[in-house]
Structures are given as structure tokens and as C-alpha cells.
């Protein structure tokens, strides 16, 4: 029965990882579609919070749902990053790190390492985020994500920027 009930999340978080990509493509476009793209995850997300709660639990043993958690991380971060808070958001990325590194998912490490970085600059920890941002880059470089890779300069570029080094914050922007 569990494995039926852990299908059935899985199938639900297919459909509101559907909607969240959606509304990441309305949120991304002109202005006037921003909203819409807000309204949309905002009426989903009720339903999406536990549920991605729930299959954080399970992916360290299994990694179909590691690459549900991360799709949705990926896709739906601009959103994520609206309406959770980074000292929430943080446990989770850490956990969907583990469980890509346990199931050998290199580049998508380097992208949640990313977002691991993008959080605790948020949060104020520069030493960590910079050490992370550091790491993301190696693999995005590693793997030729260059999305990644320059997702990962804006970060860097960011922590240069607090901390008053503009010269590093420029040249992380070349």
C-alpha cells in the first residue's frame, strides 16, 4: 500500500510541477503575464508545500524523487524564492544535495549547491556561500552547464558586492 501511496504523490507532484513550470514561464515573461504566473503558483502552493515536504522525506532512497525535488528547485526557484523564506528553504536544498550526491547526480549537486549558496548569502553566511558558490562552479565547469555557471558568477558577483569588493564583483560579472 505505500508504494501505491508514494506513486500517487509522485503522479501529483508531476501534475503541480507542471503548473509551477507554467507559472515560471508566465513569471519570466513581460509584465503583464507576471502576475498571472504569481497568482497561479500562489494558488497552488498550498497543495505543493506539503507535498514537496513529503517527498523531500523519501530522496535520499529513491531517485526518481530526488529528480522531482530538483526539477522542481530549478524551475520553480523564482517563485520558491518569493514565497518561502531562506532559513526554510535552506534544510531542504541541503537535503536534495545529499540525495543527489548519493545517487550520483554530479551536475544537478552543482545546481542545488547554487541555490544552497544563493540562500545563505541571503541569509548573511558569505564564507559558506562563497565556499559553495566555489564548488558549484567547478561542476558546472566540469559538466559545460553554462547556465549554471552563470547563475554561479551572479552569486559570487553578489557576496563580492556586500562585502565591498566591487573590482571581484565586476570581474565575476565579465
Known amino acids: ?7 500517487a504523490r509522485i503522479r501529483a507532484f508531476k501534475y503541480y510541477l507542471s503548473l509551477v513550470q507554467e507559472a515560471a ?9 507576471r502576475s498571472q504566473g504569481l497568482e497561479l503558483f ?5 497543495q ?3 507535498l514537496l515536504e513529503n517527498l523531500l522525506e523519501h530522496a535520499l532512497t529513491r531517485k526518481d524523487v530526488t529528480e522531482l525535488c530538483l526539477d522542481f528547485f530549478e524551475n520553480g526557484s ?9 532559513e526554510a528553504r535552506l534544510p531542504q536544498l541541503k537535503l536534495a544535495h545529499e540525495a543527489a550526491i548519493q545517487h550520483g547526480e554530479e551536475m544537478l549537486s552543482g545546481r542545488i549547491l547554487r541555490q544552497i549558496a544563493w540562500a545563505q548569502y541571503n541569509l548573511k553566511d558569505y564564507e ?14 566540469k559538466f559545460d552547464d553554462a547556465k549554471n555557471e552563470c ?4 552569486v559570487e558577483g553578489s557576496i563580492y558586492r556586500e562585502r565591498g ?3 571581484l564583483a565586476f570581474e565575476s560579472h565579465e
Open 1 to 7: 500500500m505505500s508504494q501505491d501511496f508514494s506513486e
Open 25 to 33: 514561464r508566465l513569471y519570466a515573461s513581460d509584465v503583464d503575464q
Open 42 to 46: 500562489d494558488r497552488e502552493w498550498p
Open 48 to 50: 505543493l508545500r506539503p
Open 78 to 86: 523564482a517563485l520558491y524564492d518569493l514565497r518561502l523564506s531562506f
Open 128 to 141: 559558506q556561500a562563497m565556499a559553495n558558490v566555489g564548488t558549484a562552479l567547478a561542476i558546472s565547469k
Open 151 to 154: 547563475k554561479c558568477f551572479g
Open 165 to 167: 569588493n566591487y573590482q
